[in-house]
């Protein structure tokens, strides 16, 4: 019986030898990332309004432009309105911060949020002493 001492290695796989399953693979497995970071993204942008996650009772903070809030703790020095009530599915054009703003009279300040087109919602805030 004879052994032989040669080795038979296969040639390194490039791009151009991979199988057309493969490449086909790896094409859909690019697209779902890309559609995983585009949503991701999206979400971040929708959160990072921090308005948007504001409820009855929690203290606001108004940043540089005055219909952006942030959400803080109430305890924070920062924050200086509170939100007294939310008002779901209020179109832009039924919205008058100075007349109807949908808010009860306790409310010292209304803002609406929401895109152009569609209904958005009313914060009605109280003003916190500090």
Known sequence: MHVSDEVTTSPPRTAAGLSRG????NGVIGLLV???????VRMWSAASDGSGEA???????????PDD?????????????????K????????????????????????FWFGKEDNAGYVLCLELLER
């Open 22 to 25: 493969r490449k086909i693979r």
């Open 34 to 40: 890309l559609l995983i970071v585009f949503v991701g």
């Open 55 to 65: 409820g009855t009772g929690d203290c606001l903070v108004v940043a540089p432009a």
């Open 69 to 85: 809030f942030s959400t803080v703790d109430c305890a924070d020095p920062t924050a200086r309105w509170r939100v007294i009530g």
């Open 87 to 110: 008002i779901d599915d209020v179109p832009k054009a039924e919205f008058n911060p100075q007349g109807d703003n949908h808010c009860d009279a306790t409310a010292k300040a209304a």
